[in-house]
């Protein structure tokens, strides 16, 4: 567990786009949205500057440079939170949470090179990072569901685990927990990718245990202290299909819900990987839906063999838009 | 931003009160480099060099340009009273939050989001303390432009007053960004703290060092064993010294004896102890106007205080380490041509700086139990809760939380008010960190015993040296060495001053947590259910009649006559109303004997009659083997009780025991005897169990 001291890079993101929340504080009104951010890196990149020069001291000249894209005013407010970012920095740390930039070496490659800009600008965890290179099963599914698929679900993360694959997942109740669960109860490697609240899942023993067995990560894109917003789950979506090799849709909603959203992603724009539907047990009208976008019904593997053809499937559609983007992590 | 000289100069004319005043060498260098933000900046200057002004004037000049309010870390209340003052005068709107002044926080709060304060001074619990962190500080933090840091020394392992929070501190500094402020001042740091400062707050850290020779002390070592000594020493020399001073003591303990007994002599002192509370402020107030001729304080009374012209620093025992001695004689003779800083050390001094030393750390015992009833729990624990699940006194309970969760990362974290495992393991560097620093604290031990065996004249260059500082201005002691002899007479009287004295104690007024169920009993316990406020005659192993008391305990198995004497006179002078006209005591299985002849004997000599009526009903271990009050309260729950067919007597009566410690055994007699129609019940003891 590592990714502190922060990089003075990491310092100035953090900066100028976190929250910084502790307690019920009112959040600063400046801070930079993904967008306003990324502009702003862009234009530091173009004056030969990185984010951490806004931080040397007294540097009037710098910000005057980025008046352009940024109201000279509003950054320096944000930087000048530096002592509040101490505080929250130090919180993190004591409940072991580390967090990281973009800018950073440790940030996984796989999220930078598959999603370039929409990559988080920050990743805040706890637990092993070297889990988050390794690939594996995205398993997503609904909140709510009936018992069997839940039982299906875990079986699914089971399955991962006892072929050597990581589990990748929202840890959300429902299915993601159902999954995680599965994995980890076979001695699998497991990452957990939040919407929310990661402070307080990471606190919670039967984590908590698996973290310190080394079997588990929790990350967020977002405050270890932010709560559930629709927006955050969406987003976060992204994040779990591109930490992962191939992808299992257990349940979903028709042209609603996260779920839907986020499969639909994979299969009409961003094409990163196999996408599987549940193909057993109940009928779903949104797995259907999926199938109809390309989606492959899961063939429902039994052994190690059969799992591992799972991950180079012969028919995936060669990326439509995206060109550039390698379907497979580069090394 | 740049840096307005006249303005600077202006405001520390007015802040001095004096239209002359210049700076003095290196203070406006220090606002200069920090209003100008040339990055961070270490000041070893001693106490009275004016470290305030540095701040203070910088924090006006940040404010003047539109900058946001300057946060001072500082451990030391009377210092920022004081400070609070001064700033004030320079228009700097000072404001403290601390645990003494709960009621003004709200307006505090409501101010500093008005951006009506210049400077908020905090100590560093306060910033360790979660509630503070979350409710208050948050809404300010984001505003914060400058960080000031007093006794920065304490953010090294090898400074010689290491506080556990400083680690907090130190990982705060270790995020900050390059842009924000920062300050840290200290009046000593030998050359291990500058390396380990430097390597905290930046290998870019300006250092601004001063002089570390007092050419205007005189200090001298003078080796009295006995606490009679002493006592009569301070006595007989008090009257003889110049001016006012302070009488250093290492414990709260011994501060009030030894002031007591001072005033018993016709000298005009004060203790001032951590325990003193509200008055504390009306002390310094007293020696700084000279109204009393010296503070008996420990070391509450701390390295902020600046009287100028004080002109005697007394230690009745000597202090753990070099440094702090320096420090606090230091205080003496800053604006005088001469003045005294006396060591006198004694037999105990040993004893209780091991006691510091050894209690230091929480043992691989209490931090094993602490995290074993922790993992048990996977929704966490408070305090009491653990203190039901483990047998570790409080005090070391809370101890052993502070100190890991300050660990980087910690094995524990406080959420809201329970404590609960965090992913992470305590590692071995604790351990070793513990080890290192004991030992470091042995190594100082043995300087200092060295420092008392030094020859008149030669105290202030081994100082000077043991600092790393440069010895070769140190000049001959301006003053004539105190006499090192003690008149016989005042000796015997010290004794029996030492021997008079009891010790009151209070009645418990609430069960334990969780209550007594053997006995049905929780909550507040009913008003006529009450014991009444006790006595001790001393204190385990004490000078005075607590060494009798243990002899008797162990050895004799039998209480001597002179401790019935003693307990007679201190029952005159004490004489509790309505007066008991009866005597009982507390059963033991152990020594059934043993208390019930002292009480018998006691009552003879007090022409009272005495009954027993109470009985213990089975084994329990000594309350004093149970380390905290909710182990002892469930050890006595059920052993004790009523067993004469009828209550003798109706009216009030004295309740004897030997030992008093966490008065639950007297609690529960009282209980039983009221409950069953006695009057008020009187608890007396022979001594009170040790330290905590």
């Known amino acids: ?331 | 931003m740049t840096y307005q000289s006249e303005k600077s100069l202006e405001l520390l004319r007015i802040g001095s009160g004096s239209p002359g005043a210049r700076f003095r060498d290196g203070q406006e260098e220090a606002i200069r480099h920090i209003v100008e933000g040339r990055g961070r900046l270490l000041v070893v200057q001693s106490t009275g060099w004016g470290k305030s002004f540095v701040y203070f004037i910088a924090a006006r000049l940040l404010r003047e340009e539109g900058n946001g309010p300057a946060l001072l870390i500082s451990p030391l209340l009377s210092l920022m009273r004081n400070q609070i003052a001064a700033a004030h005068r320079m228009g700097v709107r000072a404001a403290t939050i601390n645990s003494d002044n709960l009621d003004e926080w709200s307006d505090v709060e409501e101010r500093f989001g008005k951006n009506e304060i210049d400077i908020l001074l905090i100590s560093p619990e306060r910033l360790a303390n979660e509630r503070f962190r979350t409710q208050v500080l948050a809404r300010i933090a984001g505003q914060i432009s400058l960080l000031v840091i007093d006794e920065a020394h304490c953010i090294s392992d090898w400074g010689h007053d290491f506080r556990p929070h400083y680690r907090l501190l130190e990982r705060i500094v270790r995020s900050l960004p390059p842009n924000l402020r920062l300050l840290a001042t200290t009046a000593t740091a030998n050359n291990r703290v500058l390396a380990d400062l430097a390597s905290v707050l930046g290998p870019r850290l300006e250092v601004s060092r001063g002089d570390l020779n007092r050419s205007s002390l005189s200090l001298q070592t003078i080796s009295l064993p006995s606490q009679a000594e002493r006592l009569a020493w301070l006595a007989e020399q008090l009257g003889t010294l110049q001016g006012h001073g302070i009488i250093y003591t290492l414990t709260v303990r011994d501060a009030e004896q030894v002031a007591g007994w001072l005033k018993s002599r016709g000298h005009v002192v004060e203790a001032y102890t951590g325990q003193t509370g509200p008055g504390r402020e009306e002390l310094e107030e007293a020696l700084l106007h000279n109204r009393v001729k010296a503070l008996v304080a420990t070391t509450a009374l701390g390295m902020g205080y600046d009287k100028p012209d004080l002109a005697f620093v007394v230690h009745y025992q000597s202090p753990g380490s070099v440094v702090a001695y320096y420090q606090q004689a230091g205080r003496a003779g800053r604006a005088l041509n001469a003045a005294y800083g006396v060591l006198l050390s004694g037999e105990e001094e040993t004893n209780i700086t091991d006691w510091f030393i050894k209690s230091a750390f929480p043992s691989r015992r209490e931090v094993a139990a602490v995290l074993e009833a922790l993992e048990k729990e996977p929704d966490g624990l408070s305090v009491p809760e653990i203190m039901a699940r483990v047998n570790v006194s409080k005090g070391r309970i809370e101890k052993t939380m502070a100190l890991l969760s300050l660990e980087s990362p910690a094995p524990m974290a406080k959420q809201g008010h329970k404590w609960q495992l965090t992913a992470a393991k305590l590692s071995e560097g604790f351990w070793e960190r513990a080890e290192r620093l004991t030992a470091l604290r042995r190594t100082e031990q043995e300087q200092m015993q060295e420092y008392v065996r030094l020859p008149f004249g030669e105290h202030m260059g081994f100082l000077v040296r043991a600092l790393d500082g440069d010895p070769s201005g140190v000049t001959p002691p301006p003053l004539a060495p105190l006499p090192t002899t003690v008149d016989e007479g005042v000796v015997r009287e010290a004794v029996a001053y030492l021997c008079r004295d009891g010790l009151p104690f209070e009645p418990r007024k609430k069960w334990p947590d969780g209550g007594m169920p053997q006995y049905g009993v929780k909550g507040f316990i009913a008003q006529g259910h009450l014991a009444q406020p006790g006595r001790a005659l001393s204190i385990l192993g004490d000078a005075g009649w607590g060494g009798d008391v243990g002899r008797g305990r162990s050895l004799d198995l039998h209480f001597s006559h002179e401790l019935v004497d003693a307990c007679v006179k201190m029952m005159g002078e004490w004489n509790p109303q309505t007066y008991p006209t009866w005597v009982t005591c507390i059963p033991s299985l152990r020594h059934p004997d043993l208390v019930p002849d002292f009480a018998r004997r006691l009552a003879d000599a007090l022409g009272l009659p005495f009954h027993v009526v109470l009985a213990k009903t089975n084994h329990r271990p000594e309350q004093k083997t149970m380390a905290n009050s909710s182990q002892q309260a469930r050890n006595i729950d059920g052993s004790l009780a009523f067993c004469a067919p009828r209550l003798p007597r109706r009216g009030p009566l004295f309740l004897v025991d030997d030992l008093v410690d966490s008065r639950w055994t007297f609690t529960v007699a009282s209980w039983l005897l009221r409950s069953h129609g006695s009057g008020e019940v009187w608890p007396v003891a022979l001594a009170q169990a040790g330290r905590e």
Not at chain 1, 26 to 51: F, I, K, M
Not at chain 1, 63 to 80: I, N
Not at chain 1, 102 to 120: M, N, Q, T, V
Not at chain 1, 271 to 296: F, I, Q
């Open chain 1, 1 to 331: 567990m590592m990714a502190l001291p922060l990089s003075p890079n990491a310092q100035a993101i953090l900066l100028l786009t976190a929250p910084l929340m502790v307690g019920h504080a009112p959040l600063s009104p400046d801070l930079l949205t993904p967008g306003e951010y990324n502009c702003l890196a862009r234009h530091l990149r173009e004056l030969g500057r990185q984010p951490a020069d806004l931080l040397s001291s007294d540097d009037g000249d710098l910000f005057r440079a980025c008046q352009p894209v940024m109201d000279e005013g509003r950054l320096g407010r944000l930087v000048r939170r530096g002592f509040l970012l101490s505080q929250v920095v130090e919180r993190w740390e004591s409940r072991a949470i580390w967090v990281m930039s973009r800018a950073d070496a440790e940030y996984p490659r796989r999220l930078k090179g598959r999603l370039r800009e929409d990559a988080p600008p920050l990743l805040y965890g706890c637990g092993d990072i070297r889990l988050l290179t390794s690939g594996g099963l995205a398993v997503v599914g609904s909140r709510q569901t009936n018992h069997p698929v839940i039982e299906y679900t875990m079986a699914a993360g089971n399955l991962a685990a006892r072929c050597g694959r990581t589990l990748v997942s929202g840890g959300a109740k429902g299915i993601d927990q159902a999954a995680m669960d599965g994995a980890l109860a076979a001695g699998g490697n497991v990452v957990g990718v939040l919407a929310d609240s990661l402070e307080k899942v990471a606190l919670k023993r039967e984590n908590r245990n698996s973290i310190v067995e080394e079997q588990l990560v929790l990350i967020s894109p977002y405050d270890p202290c932010a709560g559930f917003t629709v927006g955050h789950a969406m987003q976060r979506n992204k994040v779990i299909y591109a930490l992962a090799d191939a992808a299992l849709v257990v349940s979903s909603d028709v042209n609603k819900g996260g779920t839907w959203a986020g499969a639909v992603e994979q299969l009409d724009k961003l094409r990163l990987l196999p996408v599987y539907v549940r193909s057993t047990g109940e009928s779903s009208k949104g797995l259907d839906a999926l199938r109809e976008k390309g989606a492959l019904p899961w063939p429902n593997p039994q052994d190690a063999g059969e799992f591992e053809a799972l991950f180079s499937p012969t028919m995936v559609n060669p990326p439509a838009t995206q060109g550039s983007l390698s379907l497979f992590p580069e090394k």
